[in-house]
């Protein structure tokens, strides 16, 4: 179903932020407060981070909302660190340590090769505190009650999972993860523990990327920068069009995919000429269809 706003001249500010997300806040803390420093309540975010993570949180503003499908799916990196020879309730430094291992005789050569084991394409089992939804609860609701459930693993992926020790602290490690979307760190600590023979927790983490999306962009929530609505749509295949097809464009009409000027799979983000993001469309049938129309 295409998406196509019932009021073009709908007011408030129109764009993508991209904030340095503080400890302690839940990932709707920072789209409040975003509400009240902004001007508006139509913002959303594009992935949630844990309250004790911290690092880059990507919102969606006034019409950007309707791009966030387009950023949830970008693959994530990430900078942490792993304490072995404890295990928690969370997975990490917040819960309750529910397991220790004697894990001194543990060196460096075999945490760095357990950790090149668990890349590439791996079935991860989410942790119970998590806000996937099983036969509509989320986890993390399961968990307050004492509850713990079969979760089925998920397919994630694993590009880089580079570790070091950290001085003076013999059983701590930190550790750059490149991962896809739904990768939780947290599981992946744990792992790292289990192949070593006993049990880890994740300590810190901090997301340093989104995508196209860094640190180098991010702002405070208090001092919040909007960029451009199509910076949502920069990692997708691009078309620009004449002003003829713009109108098209804007009536939400199937085109072919020669009067997009696109080949390939899509989607492709949909321009005019003045650099303005216009429509994101999707293969159809007849060529190209909008899944989301922005007003001009």
């Known amino acids: 179903m295409t998406t196509v706003a019932k009021r073009p001249n709908e007011a408030g500010p129109h764009g993508v932020v991209v904030i340095d997300k503080p400890r302690g806040w839940t990932s709707h803390d920072v789209v409040a407060k975003a509400r009240g420093v902004l001007g508006t309540r139509k913002i959303g975010h594009s992935g949630t981070l844990d309250p004790d993570a911290t690092g880059v949180l990507v919102l969606g503003v006034g019409r950007a909302t309707r791009l966030l499908r387009f950023l949830t799916e970008l693959p994530k990196s990430y900078h942490g660190e792993i304490v072995l020879g404890t295990e928690t309730s969370t997975l990490d430094a917040a819960g309750e340590v529910t397991a220790t291992h004697d894990m001194t005789s543990v ?73 896809s979307s739904g990768t939780y760190i947290r599981s992946l600590a744990a792992d790292l523990g289990k192949a070593l023979g006993g049990g880890a927790h994740l300590r810190l ?8 999306f860094g640190l180098d962009q991010a702002t405070t929530i208090e001092a919040p920068v909007l960029l451009p609505i199509g910076v949502a749509v920069a990692h997708l295949n691009e078309a620009v069009v004449d002003a003829a097809t713009a109108a098209a464009v804007g009536h939400g009409r199937v085109l072919s995919l020669d009067d997009l000027g696109v080949s390939g799979d899509g989607p492709w983000a949909v ?26």
């Open 107 to 179: 060196v460096a050569e075999q945490v760095a090769a357990a950790a090149a084991d668990l890349t590439g394409d791996l079935l991860q089992i989410p942790p119970m505190v998590s806000a996937i939804k099983i036969d509509g609860k989320r986890l993390h609701e399961l968990a307050r009650e004492g509850k713990e459930i079969e979760r089925p693993p998920r397919p994630v992926h694993v590009g880089r999972f580079d570790i070091e020790p950290l001085e003076g602290e013999p059983l701590a490690y930190a550790c750059s993860v490149d991962c």
């Open 271 to 296: 321009f005019d000429t003045d650099n303005e993001l216009l429509a994101v469309y999707e293969p159809h049938e007849r060529g190209g269809k909008p899944t989301v129309v922005i007003p001009r």
């Open 205 to 212: 983490l901090r997301r340093t990327s989104v995508g196209g």
